[in-house]
C-alpha cells in the first residue's frame, strides 16, 4: 500500500457525529431524497430501509421519491419520511424539478431496472441537479451504458459507489484485472471523471483521484441483499447536512461496517439480514461517540510494510476493548491477524481476565487459539 493511502480511524470520524446544540430543528439537518424502485423490483422494506438508513444517518427529512405503480407496495411502509410519487413513464422536467426541489443529497438507481427512460431521467438529472448526488445499483448500470462526459459537466457533487462488477461495466476493465489493483482503477477513474469513488469490498475504497481513503470495517454477515443500499441510505443521510467530502463518505462506510459488526454479533454473520444493519446504527454512533482513542496501538510489518494494525482501549482493569483492526487485503492471511493478537496478548502480559473483540480478526485468532482464548475469558 502506498504511503498516502489514509486507514480511516474512529479518531478521524469521531468529529463528524458529536453532539447536537438543543436549539436544533429538522431545517438544520437537510433534507435527502432516496429514488428507486421499479414495477418488477417494488422492494418496499428495502426502500422504507433506506429511508430509514438515511434519518438514521442523522438528516432532518427523508423524501422518498418512486413511480406510481409501487406506490401501493411502499407507502404502508412510510411512516418518518415523505413521500413523492411519479408517473411510471416519460418524467417531464417539471416533475423532475418539483422532485428535487430543495434536496440537499440525492440516492438514486437502487431497484431501478432496466428502462430506456432511465437514461433520459439520469441526464437529467446530472445536467439540473446540483447537491450531492449518490448514484448506486441500478443508476450506476444505466451511467454505464451513457457517455461519462456528462460526470465532468454536472453541477452536482457526485459519489459513485459501485461493487466491483458494478466498476468493470463502468471502466470496461475487466474484474480480474481490477481486483490486482482496485486502488489504482478506482483512483485514475475518480480523477478523470471528477468525482468520488466508493468502491466497496473487504476493504472499502473512496477517492477522488488525488487521495485515497481505506475503510477496513464490517461483517462477512453483510454480504446480503442490501447491504448496499443500506448504505447508500446512510450516505444519503449523512451528506445531506454534512460536507462533500472523502471523510464524509468514509465515515458512512465506517458507521454502516460498524453496524453491520454489531448486527452480526447479535444474530451471527449467517443469520443477519441487511435491516438489521439499520437497527444497529444507534448503538454505532454512541460506541464512535464514546470510543477513548489513545496511543495503545500494535503494527505488524512484512517486507517493510505496514499489512496490519489492532487497536485497543481499556475499558476498566479487567477488560480490553479491541476497537479497530486492519488487516491489508494484499497480505490477508491468517498469519497476520495471528500474530497481531499473539503480540498484543505478549504485550499485554496477559494479565487481563478479559478482552472483548469488535474486528472479525480478532475473535477468529482467538477461537484458532483456544489456549489464549482460556486465559483471558
Given at each position: 500500500m502506498a504511503a498516502d493511502n489514509f486507514h480511516v480511524t474512529i479518531e478521524a470520524i469521531k468529529p463528524l457525529?458529536?453532539?447536537?446544540?438543543?436549539?436544533?430543528?429538522?431545517?438544520?439537518?437537510?433534507?435527502?431524497?432516496?429514488?428507486?424502485?421499479?414495477?418488477?423490483?417494488?422492494?418496499?422494506?428495502?426502500?422504507?430501509?433506506l429511508g430509514a438508513g438515511a434519518l438514521r444517518g442523522g438528516c432532518g427529512v427523508v423524501r422518498v421519491i418512486i413511480p406510481e405503480a409501487i406506490a401501493p407496495f411502499v407507502a404502508p411502509s412510510i411512516l418518518e419520511q415523505t413521500l413523492y410519487i411519479l408517473p411510471d413513464q416519460t418524467i417531464s422536467l417539471e416533475q423532475l424539478t418539483e422532485a428535487c426541489d430543495r434536496l440537499t443529497s440525492l440516492a438514486i438507481g437502487m431497484g431501478w431496472g432496466k428502462k430506456e427512460e432511465n437514461r433520459v431521467t439520469l441526464t437529467s438529472i446530472l445536467a439540473t441537479y446540483q447537491g450531492n448526488l449518490i448514484i448506486d445499483?441500478?443508476?450506476?448500470?444505466?451511467?454505464?451504458?451513457?457517455?461519462?462526459?456528462?460526470?465532468?459537466?454536472?453541477?452536482?457533487?457526485?459519489?459513485?459507489?459501485p461493487h466491483v462488477k458494478e466498476f468493470s461495466r463502468l471502466t470496461g476493465v475487466e474484474v480480474a484485472t481490477i481486483l490486482a489493483d482496485p486502488i489504482s482503477y478506482a483512483k485514475a477513474f475518480a480523477k478523470e471523471y471528477e468525482v468520488i469513488v466508493l468502491l466497496k469490498g473487504a476493504t472499502t475504497i473512496v477517492t477522488d483521484g488525488n487521495q485515497v481513503y481505506l475503510v477496513d470495517r464490517g461483517s462477512p454477515g453483510m454480504a446480503t441483499a442490501g447491504s448496499g443500499d443500506v448504505l447508500s441510505g446512510i450516505l444519503s443521510g449523512m451528506l445531506a447536512y454534512q460536507s462533500y467530502s472523502l471523510l464524509t463518505v468514509s465515515a458512512a462506510a465506517m458507521l454502516a461496517g460498524i453496524a453491520g459488526e454489531l448486527a452480526a454479533e447479535k444474530h451471527t454473520d449467517i443469520a443477519m439480514i441487511a435491516s438489521d444493519t439499520v437497527a444497529e446504527i444507534p448503538d454505532a454512533i454512541a460506541f464512535i461517540r464514546t470510543c477513548e482513542v489513545n496511543e495503545n496501538k500494535l503494527v505488524y510489518e512484512y517486507e517493510g510494510k505496514r499489512v496490519g494494525e489492532v487497536c485497543y482501549r481499556y475499558i476498566d482493569d479487567n477488560i480490553i476493548d479491541i476497537y479497530h483492526t486492519y488487516v491489508d487485503p494484499l497480505y490477508r492471511g491468517h498469519h497476520i491477524a495471528a500474530n497481531l493478537m499473539q503480540g498484543l496478548f505478549e504485550q499485554l502480559k496477559l494479565n487481563q481476565q478479559q478482552a472483548t473483540a469488535s474486528c472479525q480478526y480478532a475473535k477468529a485468532w482467538m477461537q484458532k487459539h483456544p489456549e489464549y482464548q482460556e486465559q483471558i475469558k
Open positions: 457525529f458529536s453532539k447536537r446544540d438543543k436549539e436544533s430543528h429538522k431545517g438544520n439537518f437537510g433534507i435527502a431524497g432516496i429514488w428507486g424502485g421499479s414495477k418488477n423490483y417494488s422492494g418496499s422494506i428495502k426502500l422504507a430501509t445499483a441500478d443508476g450506476l448500470n444505466t451511467l454505464a451504458t451513457m457517455d461519462l462526459a456528462i460526470l465532468k459537466t454536472s453541477q452536482a457533487h457526485i459519489v459513485l459507489t
